[in-house]
């Protein structure tokens, strides 16, 4: 079974508008991190948030929130204000285990979003 | 401060070669990861370095893939020899020691094509 699904290949939004990337998990430990990192066209990868399952508040960074729903394992990018440069593939990926031992990350297939002027 | 740089940026070589990639993590990051996303997959994890050691080898596909990280600074990942599967996009990514959140910084990534 796929650990980190997103299940929208492409995504298409409006300039100003906001926009759910979705992701859902799949994990029986108890102690997780979630994160999103977006890959624009050239190619690196940049980290844009960051949720542990511990986290009582919603993690919020800028235009960036991240909707997490424990019960239903999701994990739900929220990004407010579309902009232009916002074009790019977005990543879901999640962390098993505590900061202190698994360090490795498990990614989904990743969400094409194109914002249109 | 610098990033995390990843050479070359490109690679296109012949079923058979050998190729070499080096990653440069963040100063004072002692944990060094490699993953490779291959057309149209996730992006997979290979192996996890903290410092010069292998901390967890468990994604790397063969024994083609020979990955060391010499004195605990950058790492190379050489692949030898390379198969037509090997292709696709190389990323290395480097986090802070005892960080309870992990992020992950990631490089740019080496475009390997094997033909």
């Known amino acids: 079974a796929q650990k980190i699904t997103q299940t929208q290949p492409g995504m298409f939004v409006q300039e100003k508008e906001a926009v759910t990337l979705d992701c859902t998990y799949d994990?029986?430990?108890?102690?997780?991190?979630l994160f999103w990192y977006k890959q624009p066209s050239s190619g690196e990868m940049i980290f844009l948030i960051y949720?542990?399952?511990?986290?009582?508040q919603n993690a919020t960074e800028g235009r960036y929130s991240l909707n997490f729903q424990k019960a239903r394992k999701s994990a739900n990018l929220v990004i407010s204000a579309s902009q232009l440069g916002d074009s790019a593939m977005y990543f879901c990926?999640?962390?098993?285990?505590?900061?202190?031992?698994?360090?490795?990350?498990?990614f989904g297939k990743g969400t094409l979003l194109t914002v249109n002027p | 401060e610098a990033g995390v740089t990843q050479f070359p940026s490109h690679s296109v070589i012949e079923k058979g070669q050998t190729v070499t990639l080096r990653c440069d993590p963040i100063?004072?990051?002692?944990?060094l990861y490699w993953y490779r996303r291959v057309m149209g997959k996730e992006i997979k994890f290979l192996l996890h370095?903290?410092?010069?050691?292998?901390?967890?080898e468990s994604g790397m596909p063969n024994n083609r893939f020979l990955a060391e990280r010499t004195g605990g600074t950058y790492s190379t990942l050489k692949v030898q020899p390379a198969e037509l599967e090997d292709s696709g996009v190389y990323f290395c990514?480097?986090?802070?020691?005892?960080?309870?959140?992990?992020?992950?910084?990631f490089g740019p990534g080496t475009r390997l094509t094997v033909t």
């Open positions: 994990t029986s430990d108890p102690s997780y991190g």
């Open positions: 949720q542990g399952s511990y986290d009582q």
């Open positions: 990514a480097s986090s802070q020691g005892g960080s309870a959140m992990g992020e992950q910084y």
């Open positions: 990926a999640m962390r098993e285990g505590g900061g202190g031992s698994n360090y490795k990350l498990t």
């Open positions: 100063s004072g990051h002692d944990n």
């Open positions: 370095f903290v410092k010069e050691s292998k901390q967890d």
